[in-house]
């Protein structure tokens, strides 16, 4: 490959495998929801986050020219070779830390893919112009939901101030530039992630004094999930993900 085309091949697995993982982790929830409309809502945006997926490592797989399909690079990749956000890979924890920690990735999101809509990339722009309706849906859910928990009963605020609290170190890695962002930015590519928290903030500023929830200071932030440094959850999650690829490769449907 060509420097420029690595550097796409890298970008497009960072926005793949955070969307991949992020959809694993809302699918554990079906079934188990609190209501069954809250089940279907779920698993829906889990379904968004799996076709934008697939659009992202199958742009990525042609731009590689190596033979490995979205499907190798979901199921045949080891943890040190992913390249998603540690947000997303954290535990659901009990309902409002789910729903907190999409809230805060959705809100990063949308002007992510806003952004990227009019990229220099004509393929990456067309995949965020197909996500970018979805995403959309995604975040006006997840306010809706911070806003009922953190506005409702004593236990339900308690709650989502404990996952606000908690998910909030993992926020920083959204908006850390690095040198790979520099040089897309440069080429009109993709925006660099600091540029986008303005943004984030004035989508998470409302909701959480409409939810009576304070926003956490700044301080350390644990970053690493673009190098191939996850916390333990990863391995767990491709365990289960991976398993069936893995252990039957000429398996079809």
């Known amino acids: 490959m060509q420097e420029q085309e690595k550097d796409l091949f890298e970008y497009l697995l960072r926005l793949g495998d955070t969307t991949c993982i992020l959809s694993h982790r809302l699918s ?19 379904l968004d986050l799996i076709g934008q ?8 797989g042609r731009i590689e020219g190596a033979g490995r399909d979205e499907d ?14 540690l947000l997303v890979e954290q535990p ?9 920690r999409q809230f805060l990735f959705d809100a990063q999101h949308l002007p992510l893919l806003e952004a990227l809509t009019g990229s220099s ?20 859910h ?25 998910l909030w170190r993992y926020t920083g890695e959204m908006f850390a530039d690095d040198d790979l962002c520099r040089r897309l930015a440069d080429r009109g590519v993709a925006p660099l992630p600091s540029s986008l928290r303005d943004a984030w903030l004035a989508n ?45 490769p000429d398996a079809r449907w």
Not at 53 to 60: E, G, I, K, S, V
Not at 79 to 85: C, F, K, P
Request: glycine share 8%.
């Open 28 to 46: 554990e929830w079906c079934g188990h929801a609190p209501a069954i409309e809250e089940d279907v809502a779920l698993i829906n945006i889990a």
């Open 53 to 60: 997926t697939r659009m992202y490592l199958d742009y990525a």
């Open 72 to 85: 190798a690079l979901a199921y045949l990749r080891d943890a040190m070779d992913y390249r998603n956000l």
């Open 92 to 100: 659901n924890g009990d309902f409002a830390q789910t729903i907190m």
């Open 121 to 140: 990339d004509a393929g990456l722009a067309e995949i965020a112009a197909k996500a970018v309706r979805e995403v959309r849906y995604h975040l006006r």
């Open 142 to 166: 997840s306010s809706q939901w911070v806003i009922r928990l953190g506005d409702g009963t004593e236990e339900s605020h308690r709650r989502i101030a404990n996952a606000l609290e908690r």
């Open 204 to 248: 998470i500023d409302p909701v959480l004094e409409e939810a009576t929830l304070s926003r956490p200071a700044d301080g350390w932030m644990q970053t690493g999930g673009r190098e191939g440094h996850h916390t333990e959850h990863l391995g767990y999650i491709l365990a289960e993900m991976q398993f069936l690829p893995r252990a039957y």
